[in-house]
């Protein structure tokens, strides 16, 4: 099975173009079906049945794993069993039938505007790191983009002429625009202290760590927790609170979906549809504590 495996990554980063974040999560589901498979002997792909698939659903189920958690590994083998159907390494799907457990559809945490203030305002020294942590904060309020397309932007996706950036998804691009708050913290970030950060001065990286080297994941989230720790902010605050709070703010400033949609790369307007729900849940609780006969 494992063969099969690195075929089908391989697959999906040559042919589909998949992220690096996606082809680990396939991975690391699929290795979790090896294993199960292998404790029962099953070896070879072709060997596996329908039943042994339930079974493994039903080992997920009985392992307490959270109900979106086995949406997605079932996902991944129905992926997985659609490619060895399309390339004739096995005879039929019997992932076919399998189902996934329904999922809640939970509300995004925002912060308010006056929570968002306060976290912005934290890194307000003169040193290269709050300088970076100030022009990152604000980027990433200021345009909603993910983590990873923050760490991954290059100094040349960023127009500090016309104030947008670009953002790359497999083969889609999409141009944000950012406002005066993000501008100014971004100038005074690129006005010697991002060459001062940065180890390679060749590289085209936009965000450098305190070792020279490019921003990674944990280390923003970590930045974001100490920020929001020193704000004084109670909630769980993560670096996509503030994407979640960049697009239900701009909708409820009148912002259309259309647009919110392509600021936010989103391919389906229904994910986006959600800050809409959260604007009207907004709207009904100001109307019950203001009408007279609310």
Partial sequence: MEKEITAFISYLHNVKKTSNNTELS?????????????EKGIK??????????????????????????????IASVKAFYHYLTQEGIVAEDISDKLKSPKIEKKMPEIMS???????LEQPCGDSAKEIR??????????????????????????????????????????VIPFGGAAKTALGRYLDGTRE?????????????????????????????KYYAKKADIKADITPHT?????????????????????????????????????????????????HPRG
């Avoid at 079974?55 to 392992?63: G, H, K, P, R, T």
């Avoid at 505007?113 to 976290?119: G, H, I």
């Avoid at 979640?244 to 600021?263: R, Y």
Wanted: overall charge negative; proline content about 1%.
């Fill in 44 to 73: 070879s792909v072709t060997a596996v049945k329908a039943e042994d698939l339930e079974s493994y659903v039903q080992y997920l189920e009985d392992n307490h794993f959270a109900n979106a958690t086995i949406s997605r590994n």
């Fill in 196 to 224: 001062s950060m940065i180890e390679d001065k060749k590289s085209n990286v936009l965000f450098a760590n305190c070792s020279g080297q490019p921003m990674s994941r944990q280390g923003f989230w970590k930045l974001v």
């Fill in 113 to 119: 505007p006056e929570e968002v203030v306060r976290l």
């Fill in 242 to 290: 503030l994407r979640h709070s960049f697009a239900a703010h701009l909708v409820e400033n009148g912002a259309d979906l259309k647009s919110v949609q392509e600021m936010l790369g989103h391919s389906d307007i229904s994910t986006t549809q959600v800050y809409a729900n959260l604007n009207h849940n907004h709207l009904r609780e100001v109307y019950a504590k203001a």
């Fill in 133 to 174: 942590d100030k022009a990152m904060l604000e980027l990433l309020y200021a345009t909603g983009i993910r983590v990873t397309e923050l760490i991954t932007l290059r100094l040349s996706d960023v127009n500090m002429q016309l104030d947008f950036v670009i953002c790359r998804d497999a083969n889609k691009e999409r």
């Fill in 26 to 38: 396939y991975k690391r589901d699929l290795e979790k079906l090896q294993n199960f498979m292998a």
